[in-house]
């Protein structure tokens, strides 16, 4: 039994590596994209982020701190053999998330529009309910439920990753802060809902008949 399933499970876990390798590599790609010059201080993105400067320190540090142990979190090799540095990541990744979300909030009120508001902060809540949560469940024992609440948690994350490599697209960009509004509410709303699907996947797959026995 073990032999059969074992090459699976190895192969799920090359592709979730694969999966944080490019995530990670395209991370970089849009941070350096749009921030490329924010040391020249007279660059349009340095004067963007002059008022919040050190909001926008903290938030991107925490973010960014968030983002990677996250990453890692998700590791089963690193769960099982290293439980005390799975455990110590989890408790560095909730400190970044309460971090790094509510820093978020002083810096969109002053950058962004009032949807762009309403959106950081429905982020930042979803981003730090569902990692409450994923606590609690842990705290009490339930590790199943803890799982599946990470991978809630972790989305909120990634629509940093995802929102910027959309929005400089021509067809978004044409429409300006209107198609930055729609981009930003459409990413989060697909991290609202996009885990649930992967979790209820295997569940809603279509099991084998039982077949009726000669007795029945
Ligand atoms: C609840 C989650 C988050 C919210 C609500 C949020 C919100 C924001 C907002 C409103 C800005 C200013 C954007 C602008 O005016 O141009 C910003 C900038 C930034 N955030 Fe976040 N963020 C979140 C998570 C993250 C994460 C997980 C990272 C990790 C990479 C991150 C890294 C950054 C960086 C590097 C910047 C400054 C440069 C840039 O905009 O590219 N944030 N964030």
């Not at 590599?25 to 993105?45: G, H, Q």
């Not at 199943?144 to 978004?172: D, E, G, K, N």
């Not at 930003?184 to 885990?195: D, G």
């Amino acid at each position: 039994m073990a032999t059969v399933a074992a090459p699976a499970v190895r192969s799920r876990s090359n592709r979730k590596v694969v999966f944080f390798i490019v995530f990670g590599l395209l991370t970089v790609f849009v941070t350096y994209m749009k921030n490329a010059r924010i040391f020249d201080p007279n660059s349009e993105i340095a004067q963007h982020f002059a008022p919040v400067k050190w909001f926008a320190i903290s938030h991107a540090f925490f973010g960014a701190l968030g983002m990677l142990l996250g990453a890692f979190q998700f590791s089963n090799r690193l769960r099982a053999r290293y439980l005390t540095v799975h455990k110590t990541m989890g408790y560095i990744y909730i400190a970044c998330v309460f971090i790094a979300g509510p820093l978020a909030l002083p810096m969109t009120t002053r950058l962004g529009s009032p949807s762009l508001v309403a959106a950081s902060t429905t982020q930042a809540l979803g981003w730090m309910v569902t990692t409450a949560i994923a606590l609690y469940c842990i705290r009490t024992g339930n590790v199943a439920q803890h799982r599946r609440w990470m991978i809630r948690s972790y989305p909120f994350a990634m629509v940093f990753t995802v929102a910027r490599l959309i929005i400089p697209l021509p067809p978004v960009m044409r429409l300006g802060i209107e198609g930055i509004n729609t981009v930003v509410w459409s990413t989060i709303a697909a991290a609202a809902f996009l885990p649930n699907i992967l979790l209820e996947w295997r569940a809603m797959a279509p099991r084998p008949t039982v077949q009726a026995t000669a007795g029945d």
